[in-house]
């Protein structure tokens, strides 16, 4: 590269960093700093009615994963909160799960219209967002109840003879997540199989692989990128899931999201929801991490 | 068989009636305008389409019910249809792996592929990084990898420039004498078929007009249609009588008809290389106009005018002035070629 070229793209450079300057200092400001904060918090001690006192303490970080006897004072393992993390992981992998089951034949429904009527299925796919989420999980509420529109089916059809509890267990926040979260895998899935080259299907079938292999072996390879980018939109926002195990799980099904809201709540303890709140974030950077490996792994095979 | 879209008034007989045995071993080419169904007729024989009524017989053995990937038939796609995941390897190996052969000689017969279409230098990079001509070469090798009995080719050449194409076509005929595989060749290119094939199937709206060897089919077409698709044809209206051939004017201008020509009146054809031109008056030729000559390098295009207004070409070799002397408007005397008339059906 020649001196004035080099020159030339150093301006170039300087000038890109000036025009997005203001962004950036938004960003920082409106991002980083809330983040910062709760990291401070993480590492202070509670306050007598909540708020934190300006003083070091690691307790916030010692109570999120272990307890101390009360009559004893030995330290063990916080059961509960390890309960609580593995229930909001599971549930999340779940949801993000059921969602891809569901959405790609939905997904790959929708592609395969005539392109005038795609429109009007991604519309209707996106219809329930323009509710609030708050109400919708109460229309969940009333579909699965014990009085519901479900039970009151099945037993009006003679099917059970008692209701069946769904409300308030884990199996109806993951029904109200995989319904919540389900426009979100559809999306990015139909952007990836509008794309894909339907004649790669009769290729494979050319080779001599059956429907199996042909969805395994070139389908599901080619719209990866679409997979992953759903799993997570699903994934991320599941883990820090509030108002449907909330509603749903009717407090007895806590997830992160809502054991963090106690400690800023009732609990009192905002050096613990500070420390809750980074772990959280440390667990869907592992999350995406992963998927950013499996990904790029893909693009080095190669 | 028949292959019918649609149904009702939409119905359209996208191969009306199409019958064909094709030899094995054989370089077959079907050749026809766009539309005329020839794409259709090769997603039949794979397995992508079902005949409306009619057999497909491989080796005696019926596989009309059979899926695509239960055919020991392989395409090479119009678009190549690679598969962008894979390396160029892995996609050449992808039929012999589907066929649950072992690693072994997976690898072994990719290798033998690579180096068939000289592609070794390749093998690890993905569809995406080569060039036209060098995709069409995997999608070849993809094709011929599984050691089909038939190998089905939709236009393969058609994405490429004129010079990698002729490449090409002397790489194909390359590997069909090697393999000895049979292949199905489609194209729309009557130069292509002619300078490939073994045998032509000429199609039109359906229907299978003519199959024959190239020169047969130059030289012998059954119908205007052929005559016109296959090279350049001039067309004159004529009669056929016990005696000869006539011009509608009345002129006599051929020998013997051929045998088996119906008596009464025909469309005759003859090739522009197969009209000579002479002095004006000589007897026994026609007197025609010069309304243009056309320089294309070896050859010159001579368009003339006959007394009764039927305007032919015909070509001459150009001499090494380059100019054959032939001014609008100039008077010339016009001969046809002992035995260069062709009597068409229709
Ligand atoms: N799936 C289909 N549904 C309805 N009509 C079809 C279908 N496939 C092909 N046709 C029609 O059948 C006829 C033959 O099509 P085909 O693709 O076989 O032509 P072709 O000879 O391969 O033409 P080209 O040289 O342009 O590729 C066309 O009129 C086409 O519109
Ligand atoms: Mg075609």
């Known amino acids: 590269m020649g001196g004035a070229e080099a020159a030339r793209s150093r301006e170039r450079a300087r000038t890109g960093w000036l025009l997005s300057a203001p962004a950036l200092v938004l960003l920082l400001v409106a991002a980083s700093g809330p983040l910062l904060i709760v990291l401070v918090y993480s590492f202070l001690a509670p306050g007598q009615y909540g708020n934190v006192v300006w003083q070091f303490s690691l307790d916030g970080w010692f109570q999120v994963f272990l307890q101390r006897d009360i009559f004893d004072g030995t330290v063990g393992p916080a059961d509960a909160h390890l309960t609580i993390f593995w229930r909001s992981v599971k549930l999340s992998i779940l949801t993000t799960l059921i969602t891809f089951a569901l959405g790609l034949p939905t997904a790959w429904f929708i592609a395969t219209r005539p392109p005038d009527r795609r429109a009007m299925w991604l519309f209707l796919i996106t219809i329930p967002f323009w509710t609030n989420l708050l109400i919708r999980t109460f229309a969940i509420m009333e579909v699965i109840r014990n009085e519901g529109l479900l039970n009151n089916l099945l037993i009006g059809l003679g099917i059970i003879g008692q209701p069946v509890q769904i409300v308030f267990t884990e199996t109806a926040v993951l029904i109200g997540m995989a319904y919540v979260y389900l426009p979100l895998m559809v999306l990015p899935l139909f952007a990836a199989i509008d ?17 199996w292999q042909v969805l395994r072996r070139v389908i599901l390879p080619i719209i990866r990128p679409g997979i992953v980018a759903g799993s997570i939109l699903v994934f991320v926002p599941s883990l820090g899931a509030y108002v449907t195990p909330r509603v749903l799980g009717g407090g007895k099904q806590m997830m992160i999201g809502n054991f963090i809201e106690l400690q800023f709540g009732q609990g009192r303890n905002w050096p613990l929801g500070a420390a809750l709140s980074m772990l959280l974030l440390a667990i869907v950077m592992v999350a995406l991490l992963v998927y950013v490996r499996a990904t790029t792994r893909e693009e080095r095979d190669g | 068989m028949v292959k019918v879209f649609g149904s009702g008034d939409h119905a359209l007989r996208a191969l009306d009636d199409v019958s064909l045995t094709i030899e094995t071993g054989e370089f077959f080419t079907l050749l026809g305008p766009s539309g005329c169904g020839k794409t259709t007729l090769l997603r039949c024989i794979a397995g992508f389409e079902t005949p409306t009524a009619g057999a497909i017989l491989l080796s005696g053995r019926d596989f009309t019910a059979e899926p695509p990937n239960r055919r020991p038939v392989n395409t090479v796609f119009q678009s190549y249809a690679l598969f962008p995941h894979l390396t160029v390897a892995q996609n050449i190996g992808f039929g012999l792996e589907m066929l649950g052969r072992p690693r072994a000689e997976v690898a072994a017969t990719v290798e033998r592929m690579l180096a068939l279409v000289k592609l070794e230098a390749f093998a690890g990079r993905r569809p995406q990084q080569l060039s036209g001509g060098q995709q069409q070469r995997v999608a070849l090798a993809r094709a011929l990898a599984p050691a089909p009995q038939v190998l089905l080719l939709d236009e393969p050449l058609s994405a490429l420039d004129l010079k990698l194409r002729k490449e090409m076509q002397g790489e194909l005929k390359r590997l069909q004498h090697e393999t000895g595989i049979t292949f199905v060749f489609v194209t729309h290119d009557q130069e292509e078929a002619l300078t490939m094939s073994d045998r032509i199937g000429v199609m039109s709206e359906g229907r299978l007009l003519q199959i024959g060897a190239p020169r047969e089919i130059y030289n012998h077409p059954v119908n205007r249609f052929v005559a016109d698709f296959i090279g350049e044809t001039n067309f004159l209206r004529g009669r056929v009588a016990q005696d000869g051939l006539y011009l509608a004017t009345g002129e006599r201008v051929g020998a013997a008809p051929p045998s088996g020509a119906r008596i009464g009146e025909a469309t005759l054809a003859v090739r522009p290389e197969q009209v000579r031109l002479e002095g004006p008056g000589d ?64």
């Open chain 1, 195 to 211: 794309r894909f080259d339907f004649r790669m299907i009769e290729a494979g079938y050319d080779l001599y692989a059956s429907r």
């Open chain 2, 283 to 346: 007897p026994g030729s026609l007197s025609a106009r010069v309304t243009q000559t056309v320089y294309f390098g070896t050859d010159t295009h001579c368009h003339l005018h006959l007394a009764d207004g039927t305007e032919i070409i015909a070509r001459l070799q150009s001499p090494p002035s380059g100019d054959v002397g032939l001014a609008p408007g100039a008077e010339v005397g016009v001969r046809f070629a002992e035995g260069a008339l062709q009597v068409l059906g229709d």
